[in-house]
């Protein structure tokens, strides 16, 4: 079925996990099922027990929490997919969505952070496997850096981005994320972010939080991860996406295989621009967006960027019957 009604296709970033995520998807779908299955056959490691039963301070790790979080939102789309498509995914004994399925459903796809790789399985540039195993060593490498050099990440509410810049650059750390507006988080060591938000809360922030983050991400302390993961993807297959992509990097559809490579590597060690992002994904004319995987977090940051936006959070089979029951139901007036 090819639906006159596309969405944009959104992924979440590490934080979403939560125990018992995917759970009932795959105890009632064959879908969801097989993707959690060849997880734990491609790791070799047992992703369905830390997906369905934690505990939880287990699955929060970096290394545990980015592959769990990804097997699930794909598996989550898998679901999706096949209940919007009404029949069965899958072709040569993989039971997993084809590029031609995404393109039925799918405007573009873009993901916060882990998410942007999930994005790019879900837009075919990468197969399921290859993301996995990119994933894995990903949480794997930042985990590694974070116990190498302990950091800290803070969220300052309410102050100018170019006041907290210089408050940075002033003390060693970075801006990590620009999610939506009048919030800007930043990073770097535990010291320093620990002073910049004391800093910023005498200034002219509204609000700091802490976040709680086994590390600093996005900041000059993942080089070391990042020069790893470089290897890694020397020897991943990516191809160009089938739907429109936009990179976290720089809030721009990309095409090019190389620099979606090049972008996967530099979100280590560089800010990520979400705002941004889904404001060029508004331009182009898309206004409804599926929040497919844990959570429901990019539905709250959509709706502080731009509240015409529509993020329906897709998660349990209840999400997934509410949103395919009324597809299937338009029949022959839904097609092209």
């Not at 620009?178 to 800093?199: H, W």
Request: proline content about 5%; glycine content about 8%.
């Amino acid at each position: 079925m090819i639906m006159e009604r596309k969405f944009g296709l959104l992924f979440p970033g590490q934080g979403a996990q939560q125990a018992g995520m995917g759970r009932e998807l795959y105890e009632i779908q064959a879908a969801a099922r097989w993707v959690y299955d060849r997880a734990d056959e491609v790791l070799g490691r047992d992703i369905k027990r830390l997906c369905f039963e934690g505990p939880e301070n287990e699955l929060a790790t970096t290394a545990n929490s980015q592959p769990c979080i990804f097997t699930t939102s794909i598996a989550t789309l898998n679901v999706l997919v096949e209940k919007l498509k009404g029949s069965p995914v899958g072709n040569d004994e993989r039971e997993i969505f084809s590029p031609e399925d995404i393109q039925s459903i799918g405007a573009l796809a873009m993901g916060l952070s882990l998410g942007e790789p999930t994005a790019l399985v879900a837009s075919g540039a990468m197969s399921f496997e290859d993301g996995l195993k990119f994933v894995a060593k990903r949480g794997e490498f930042m985990e590694e850096a974070s116990n190498k050099e302990p950091g800290k990440m803070a969220s300052v509410i309410g102050m100018e981005l170019d006041k907290v810049e210089e408050l940075c650059m002033g003390l060693g750390c970075q801006v990590a994320n620009l999610n939506s507006p009048g919030q800007v988080v930043i990073s770097g060591a535990a010291s320093r972010v620990e002073l910049a938000a004391d800093l910023a809360k005498s200034q002219d922030a509204k609000k700091v939080i802490m976040l709680k983050v086994s590390g600093a991400f996005h900041s000059e302390l993942m080089l070391p991860a990042k020069e790893k993961l470089i290897k890694v993807l020397e020897e991943i297959d990516i191809k160009e996406p089938v739907i429109d992509f936009i990179s976290n990097i720089d809030a721009e559809i990309t095409r090019d295989p190389a620099k979606i490579k090049e972008n996967l590597a530099n979100q280590l060690d560089n800010k990520t621009l979400w705002e941004a992002s889904m404001k060029k994904a508004a331009s182009l004319g898309v206004k409804d967006y599926l929040e497919v995987g844990p959570g429901s977090v990019l539905k709250g940051l959509a709706k502080k960027i731009d509240n015409t936006l529509k993020v329906t959070p897709i998660h349990t089979p209840e999400d997934i019957k509410s949103l395919a029951e009324p597809q299937l139901q338009e029949g022959p007036e839904a097609a092209q």
